[in-house]
């Protein structure tokens, strides 16, 4: 008798209907795997969501304490209640809508970031995000649509700011400047600003027209005379790429301008200042293309 | 008068049936020891990326824990099958056992094979996908982000493997070398002609390997550790 010695051979169709499992399995799991975090999102999100809800509701409202009240302690401890009014004043009339749930993040050490669309009178939409924080209920920690940049707890908006307030940044900068044209020193003015824009200013084109106008006028009574002002508006910087790349402008709700003049004699004193926004403040930065300017007289040419 | 009678056909047994299990223990052995050999791998790799002056330091437990698992996950899925493969099935029409041990250079082959493999899935599919969901359970991503990120991986994922693969290159080196040599002495010890050897001994070998190289990670100074993994000094 002879004996048969055999490996056993491999069974391709076993193979195949193993593999074709295989498949299946493995897109049933990653169907399953995001079906899954998606539940796991939606009920992680949902109180965040509804009592961001319920601050955006209160926004357009005519009680602002209401709004405030939806906020955490440190939204409080980094924005006073005049302050939070006035950037709700600076945004105007404004319809703020939360994005759908696959849009939301989720929750990390006690707070979660929703993103939404606030949509403008005239229609435009720009989006705008609100950061909820966990402390005894949901609260608003920060909301802005200031989407670049460090910005802390707050409502931050980049709407423009109000008249007076825009009149107060240039008579406190005039309180300043006035003394120094006076003295010929512009580092005295220099001194007098923050860390962080001394060096922008110090070799900007205010010093220019400093130089020019110093010794030509009496600027001794500045801070009794109160500056007429142009209707601010938006210092824009259109830069295009090379070659024929796109351009793009850039400065609305970051560099603000203010010009107007003082009404002084013999000849009234003007002025271009500006400002750019430098989280929470607005800082006079005269650098690069940003062209403040002082002159003295009326008409053409001055 | 004679008649034929109706011939009755039997199936009999021309073997050993039912499970095989020689062949899972032997799996199984290596699947252990793959595991831990595809967890130090990654671990070993994110401690040698600091460059100096910053000092090289483990990695949060859970974190390490997160990343080790899945590294482990992609041995196993590479090691199961190839270790199945590699031990071959029963043969039949004899009960002559003729499976292993293999020679330490075959080993050392299929280490290289384990090595690469593991590399390449690890950078091109796993490693960038675990590290979206990183991202999204700590709230930097939203959901349709991470959905439409994992299907850009998932796409680009030969391409990842190449470029995030080859950061794992010198620990991947190490773990062929290492995974050749533990899974030789897998082997030997799976084939002994002692039947007790035989069954407990794979287990126990893939075992204590695996202990020894955890307990390396986690007592060696981490300084030597990440030079290792640069293969360096």
């Known amino acids: 008798m002879v004996a048969y010695y055999q490996e056993s051979t491999p069974n391709y169709l076993r193979i195949i209907k193993f593999a074709g499992l295989g498949i299946s399995l493995t897109l049933l799991t990653v169907v399953v795997f995001f079906a899954s975090t998606f539940l796991w999102l939606m009920v992680s999100t949902v109180d965040a969501a509804s009592s961001a809800d319920a601050f955006l509701e209160t926004l357009g409202g005519p009680n602002n304490a209401q709004s405030y009240a939806l906020t955490s302690a440190r939204f409080q401890e980094e924005q006073d209640p005049s302050r939070f009014a006035s950037e709700l004043e600076a945004i105007g009339s404004l319809n703020f809508e939360l994005l759908p749930v696959w849009r939301r993040t989720m929750p990390n050490n006690g707070a979660t970031g929703l993103k939404g669309t606030v949509q403008t009178e005239s229609g435009t939409a720009f989006p705008f995000v609100i950061e909820m924080v966990n402390e005894d209920g949901w609260k608003v920690n920060v909301v802005t649509n200031r989407m670049t940049g460090a910005i802390g707890p707050g409502a931050w908006f980049t709407g423009m700011p109000s008249a007076p307030r825009v009149l107060q940044f240039v008579k406190d900068t005039m309180a300043d400047l006035g003394p120094a044209i006076m003295q010929d020193d512009f580092v005295a003015f220099v001194d007098s600003l923050p860390d962080t824009v001394i060096e922008e200013v110090a070799s900007s084109s205010l010093k220019t027209t400093f130089d020019q106008i110093v010794g030509q006028i009496d600027l001794s009574r500045i801070a009794d005379v109160e500056p007429v002002l142009d209707p601010p508006a938006w210092e824009l910087i259109t830069s295009c790429g090379s070659f024929g790349g796109s351009c793009s402008t850039t400065g609305v709700g970051t560099r603000l301008m203010a010009t107007g003049y003082y009404s002084l004699e013999p000849e009234p004193f003007h002025f271009k200042l500006i400002y750019v926004y430098n989280h929470p403040d607005w800082l006079i930065d005269c650098s690069f293309e940003q062209n403040c300017a002082l002159s003295i007289g009326s008409g053409e040419g001055r | ?233």
């Open chain 2, 1 to 233: 008068m004679a008649t034929i009678a109706s011939a009755q056909t039997t199936t009999q047994s021309l073997g050993p049936e039912g499970v095989d299990w020689e062949r899972v223990h032997f799996t199984a052995s290596l699947a252990i020891f793959g595991a831990i050999v595809g967890a130090s791998t990654i671990l070993i790799n994110l401690l040698s990326r600091a460059i100096p002056p910053q000092v090289p330091e483990h990695l949060p437990f859970s974190q390490s824990l997160y990343f080790g698992g899945l590294s482990g996950l992609v041995s196993v899925l590479v090691v199961v099958p190839a270790a199945w493969f590699i031990y071959g099935g029963r043969p039949t029409f004899s009960s002559y056992r003729d499976r292993g041990p293999r020679s330490l250079v075959r080993w050392l082959g299929f280490g290289s094979m384990y090595g690469g493999i593991h590399m390449l899935l690890l950078g091109g599919l796993f490693l960038p996908q675990a590290n979206l969901w990183f991202s999204f359970i700590n709230g930097q991503v939203d959901f349709l982000q991470m959905l439409y990120t994992a299907s850009d991986n998932l796409f680009t994922a030969p391409y990842l493997s190449i470029t995030v693969g080859l950061q794992l290159l010198f620990t991947s080196m190490l773990s062929m070398l290492v995974f050749g040599l533990g899974a030789s002495l897998i082997d030997r010890i799976n084939a002994s002609e002692d039947p007790k050897t035989a069954l407990i001994g794979a287990w126990t070998a893939s075992i204590m390997l695996s202990i020894v190289l955890i307990a390396f990670l986690m007592l060696a100074p981490e300084e030597t550790i990440s030079s290792i993994g640069n293969l360096a000094q």
